[in-house]
């Protein structure tokens, strides 16, 4: 019976996969989908593909320096991943902003109902991009304080200073233009209220 | 709701893509670290072999082969592929030349490799046996899917040796419009590599993994050769691959020149016509055509087949009957067949070939058929040998044909 079968953490398998690189396998079929849906929710499902595989190409062949002591390898993939978007966010914003504007998701998914995507996007392309970093490590990714200053290589207390202001923005900027007026928890409250 | 939770739904449908194109670009980073040559009891070999055959390929650090898509290397074979394999030793078992396989467990069958081709993947699983025969699968992943059960060939092939160091199966397939020409089979530990060696001059290494090779091929094209080289990357053997070579018992195929003659007319243990015929070929060969279940066998040229001495008479497995033939040579002039329970039966002997259909009674532990025995004009015992004995076995070399060694 091989090692792998017997589902090492990924700190184990990135252990072993430096004396047989197979090993590594293991890594990429348990993150493969949440890494490309964090892509593919970031950038066009093409380009996400392509990053998708480069992020694991990337660990794989730096997964010497992996030297966290947790058992988990997302904040480190997601880290990887994310640099690589940094490459494209000219053209995440962009495309954020056109999706503002026409309403038609570049992604090519339903991002939110009708008006709302619109809205959330253009908010979204209005944060600067280490705002967006954190805020999509926290929202998407579903990393903690401290997994996003690992991922990003960043101090904690930036972290919590940059989601702060994030979400500070993307409230006023809903509030103004309130994306879900009849769907929001307070209307469904109210109504249920009478 | 508050800010988050709109961030949180933004695109929350989004669903993860395919994984291959990223599994491939992560598995040539790794065979681009994969030794050469480790080995570690029965576990993969992960030699590199990888090649643009679908045309979506990178380059890989040896340049052509084919492009592995998947580690499956002592992953455990899902049930339905688990049960295949355990039919094939089942059966393999009723032969009185595998008549000592014993019964395998299915939880240690398990994947080898498997490569990306023009169809799809094609994935190679085995079952061990112990001092059996070697049984495996080629399975194409792509029909198996759309079928719901595994699809491909699976067979159990005598061991390898240095003298004959390996044996391969060539299954043909078509899938999605794209015809496929696969070979598979055990490689002997002798043979550090394998490459394919096109008449352009193209030298590519050949998917190895376990002691086992797997290799696709859009196209068989005449002069196209398998090359074994060992750890020092010196050349081995070298094996001609052509059309007419399908199978590994294929590639004496002649193109004949007139009217089969029957030498043997029999029926088999379901009462179906068992016939061996002689066919004139081109060349001046005569071709030894055995017919049985309806089916014709390949056209070898009979002196390939005839012994010059003893008896080199052989069981055949198929479908559901198993049938003795061969020659004998001129010294013999009587044959007997003698099994387990010590019963005895004549075989008959015509133009010094042998065609002879084994009752289902003796496929049984305790009936099965263990020799055959020669006896000259005056009865006197000039030849024995055990059924099954030279052809198959874990010592045994056998003869290839398309051997262009020198």
Redesign the interface.
């Known amino acids: 019976?091989?090692e792998?079968?017997v589902e090492p953490t990924d700190r184990e398998a990135l252990r072993e996969s430096r004396s047989d690189?197979?090993a590594?396998?293991a890594i990429?079929e348990r993150h493969?989908?949440?890494v490309?849906?964090y892509l593919?929710?970031r950038v066009s499902?093409d380009l996400?593909?392509?990053l998708?595989?480069?992020t694991?190409?990337r660990a794989?062949?730096h997964r010497g320096r992996y030297r966290a002591e947790r058992d988990d390898a997302r904040p480190w993939l997601f880290g990887i991943a994310t640099n690589l978007v940094r490459e494209h966010l000219r053209r995440e914003k962009r495309e954020l902003r056109a999706f503002a504007r026409t309403l038609i998701?570049p992604?090519g998914?339903?991002?939110?109902p009708d008006r709302?995507?619109g809205v959330?996007?253009g908010?979204?392309g209005s944060l600067n991009n280490g705002e967006r970093d954190v805020?999509?490590l926290?929202?998407?990714a579903e990393l903690d304080y401290e997994e996003i200053a690992e991922a990003l290589a960043i101090p904690g207390g930036t972290v919590r200073s940059r989601l702060h202001r994030a979400?500070g923005k993307?409230?006023e900027l809903?509030a103004d233009e309130r994306?879900?007026p009849d769907?929001?928890?307070?209307v469904v409250e109210a109504e249920r209220n009478g | 709701m508050d800010e988050l939770d709109y961030v949180r739904r933004f695109r929350a449908a989004v669903l993860a893509g395919q994984r291959d194109r990223a599994r491939i670009a992560l598995l040539d980073a790794i065979a681009a670290e994969a030794p050469l040559s480790r080995r570690r009891g029965l576990r993969l070999v992960l030699l590199l072999a990888l090649v643009a055959i679908t045309g979506v390929a990178v380059g890989s650090a040896l340049g052509v082969g084919d492009r592995i898509v998947e580690l499956i290397e002592g992953k455990p074979a899902p049930p339905p592929i688990a049960a295949r394999l355990r039919d094939e030793v089942l059966a393999k078992r009723i032969m009185p030349l595998f008549a000592d396989v014993p019964n395998v467990s299915t939880k240690d069958a398990h994947g080898v490799v498997a490569i990306e081709t023009r169809g799809g993947p094609v994935a190679l699983w085995t079952v061990p046996t112990r001092d059996g025969p070697i049984c495996y699968l080629v399975e194409f992943v792509r029909l198996s899917e759309r079928e719901g059960r595994p699809h491909g060939d699976s067979r159990c092939m005598p061991h390898t040796s240095p003298n004959a160091p390996i044996v391969w199966t060539s299954t043909n397939e078509q899938v999605d419009g794209h015809e496929l020409h696969v070979l598979a089979g055990p490689v002997d530990a002798v043979v550090a590599s394998v490459w394919l060696h096109s008449p352009a001059g193209d030298l590519r290494r050949v998917a190895q993994a376990e002691d086992f090779f797997l290799l696709a091929l859009p196209d068989l094209d005449e002069g196209d050769r398998l090359i074994l080289r060992d750890a020092a990357g010196r050349d081995l053997r070298a094996f001609e691959i052509t059309p007419a070579m399908a199978g590994m018992f294929d590639g004496y195929d002649k193109k004949v020149t007139g009217p089969p003659r029957a030498v043997i007319e029999t029926t088999d243990s379901r009462g179906r016509p068992l016939r061996l015929l002689l066919q004139p070929a081109e060349d001046g060969k005569t071709c030894v055509i055995i017919e049985a279940r309806g089916r014709s066998s390949f056209c070898p040229p009979a002196d390939k087949l005839r012994a010059s001495s003893g008896i080199a008479v052989y069981p055949t497995l198929e479908g559901s009957i198993i049938y003795l033939s061969g020659s004998v040579g001129p010294e013999v002039s009587k044959l007997t067949l003698r099994y387990e329970n010590g019963e005895q039966a004549e075989v008959p002997i015509v133009e010094r070939f042998v065609l002879y259909d084994i009752a289902r009674a003796h496929f049984n532990d305790g009936a099965r058929p263990i020799e055959l025995i020669g006896g000259d004009s005056e009865g006197v015992e000039v030849a024995r040998q055990k059924v099954g004995q030279g052809v198959f076995g874990p010592k045994s070399s056998i003869w290839l044909p398309g051997d262009v060694s020198p």
């Open positions: 019976m091989t792998w079968m690189p197979r590594f396998v990429f493969f989908d949440a490309n849906r593919r929710r499902a996400a593909d392509d998708t595989a480069e694991f190409v794989f062949q998701d992604a998914e339903v991002a939110l709302a995507g959330v996007a908010a979204l805020l999509f926290y929202a998407w979400r993307l409230r809903l994306p879900f769907d929001s928890d307070d």
